[in-house]
């Protein structure tokens, strides 16, 4: 078997193990005679299944008690409009730092739900950092305040999260979560899509704190409602079952690692290896600004654009798969989330550093 090192932004590499164990199950799911695909959501199999997600995820992430985890589909894209639906209820007002492409799309949703405010931005540089957020310039009445925890196409990620005081924070963390720890009880809602850190497409995953379940209007639909989800722990309708039961054997992957603490300090020396060839190569550089750099998603430019096209071919022949910068970006991008081992980061910038030297 030749598994390549799958630098894809999404749906990107999942741990070996986890699949190992997937397929080792598939057949004959703990001597139900099934798969976990044909178990009814309803069953006692698929209600462990979960519920020890649920246990899980709270447990790497340390979330509070007073949070619910939902398992929803539709998409980090759909959260773009379930969050204004259910969250723009007060004052009708929300405040938003635009960072990148998904930040204008959900900016654009919520538009369509109330008055969206843009208290701070970063298109005068082309998404190439991270502007600075504080207090002062968070309306006190705005319902909430969304920010990209780390924006994948651009490859920027807030280092610090900003103090929004009373009003609640809502994260898209689609492409960063697990991947650090972090303080859940600064968020009022955490949402991310799976297939880039947590499991395969189809899962979408939602950190909320309770008080902001049931303030959505009647008109609201029950599928776009957190409360219908929150009521039925996440079995209103029929759930993404095997997206679910591979989000656990992720989350029990992570935990047998270390955790979140052993995984930041992977992540952060997998990224530090790149930006520092990065820094002293004479080809490759970065566009962005240093004190904005993405652990997960890494663009990288050669002055030559005649080059890219040469680079990427040559990195595919030699088992370094999606390259590619996103189109709006240009050059290329390495996409290092948790599944992502410290040896194909290793061998990527030996890979670098011998096409360097063919083509300086
Ligand atoms: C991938 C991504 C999205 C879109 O996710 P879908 O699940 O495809 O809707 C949104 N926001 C961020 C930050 C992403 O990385």
């Given at each position: 078997m030749n598994r390549v090192f799958n630098f894809s932004?999404?749906?990107?590499?999942?741990?070996?193990?986890?699949?190992?164990?997937?397929?080792?199950?598939?057949?004959?799911y703990q001597d139900s005679g099934m798969s976990v695909?044909?178990?009814?959501?309803?069953?006692g199999w698929f209600s462990d299944i979960i519920s020890e997600a649920d246990?899980?995820?709270?447990?790497?992430?340390?979330?509070?008690?007073n949070y619910k985890v939902l398992f929803l589909q539709g998409g980090a894209s759909q959260q773009f409009a379930m969050v204004p639906m259910?969250?723009?209820?007060?004052?009708?007002?929300?405040?938003?730092?635009?960072?990148?492409s998904w930040s204008k799309k959900a900016?654009?949703?919520?538009?369509?739900?109330?008055e969206v405010r843009v208290i701070a931005s970063s298109e005068d540089e082309n998404f190439t950092y991270i502007p600075k957020v504080d207090s002062s310039m968070i309306d006190p009445e705005a319902d909430y305040?969304?920010?990209?925890?780390?924006?994948?196409?651009?490859?920027?990620?807030?280092?610090?999260i900003p103090d929004t005081g009373?009003?609640?924070?809502?994260?898209?963390?689609?492409?960063?979560?697990?991947?650090?720890?972090?303080?859940?009880s600064k968020f009022g809602v955490i949402y991310a899509g799976a297939q880039k850190n947590i499991g395969p497409a189809g899962l979408t995953v939602v950190i909320i704190r309770e008080d902001l379940i049931g303030k959505a209007p009647d008109s609201c639909p029950a599928m776009l409602n957190y409360k219908t989800f929150s009521d039925s722990d996440s079995l209103y309708n029929t759930p993404p079952t095997f997206s679910i039961y591979m989000a656990k054997l992720v989350f029990e992957w992570l935990k047998g690692l270390g955790g979140l603490p052993e995984m930041e300090r992977i992540n952060r020396e997998k990224?530090?290896?790149?930006?520092?060839?990065?820094?002293?190569?004479?080809?490759?550089?970065?566009?962005v600004k240093k004190d904005s750099r993405s652990m997960m998603n890494i663009p990288f430019i050669i002055p030559d654009k005649e080059l890219d096209g040469v680079f990427i071919d040559e990195a595919k022949q030699a088992g370094f798969e999606t390259l590619k910068g996103h189109r709006s970006v240009g050059g290329m991008r390495a996409s290092i989330y948790n599944a992502m081992p410290l040896q194909g980061v290793k061998q990527l910038v030996a890979f670098m550093e011998e096409f360097e030297g063919k083509n300086k």
């Open positions: 932004a999404g749906p990107s590499m999942l741990p070996l193990p986890v699949l190992e164990k997937a397929q080792k199950e598939l057949l004959n695909m044909e178990l009814s959501h309803r069953s246990q899980l995820l709270r447990e790497l992430l340390q979330i509070p008690d259910n969250l723009m209820v007060n004052s009708g007002k929300a405040d938003f730092v635009h960072t990148g900016i654009k949703e919520a538009e369509r739900f109330g305040v969304h920010i990209t925890t780390n924006n994948t196409i651009e490859g920027t990620a807030f280092s610090e009373d009003v609640p924070l809502v994260a898209d963390m689609s492409s960063n979560i697990l991947s650090e720890e972090i303080d859940v990224a530090q290896l790149l930006y520092d060839y990065l820094e002293t190569s004479e080809l490759f550089d970065s566009p």
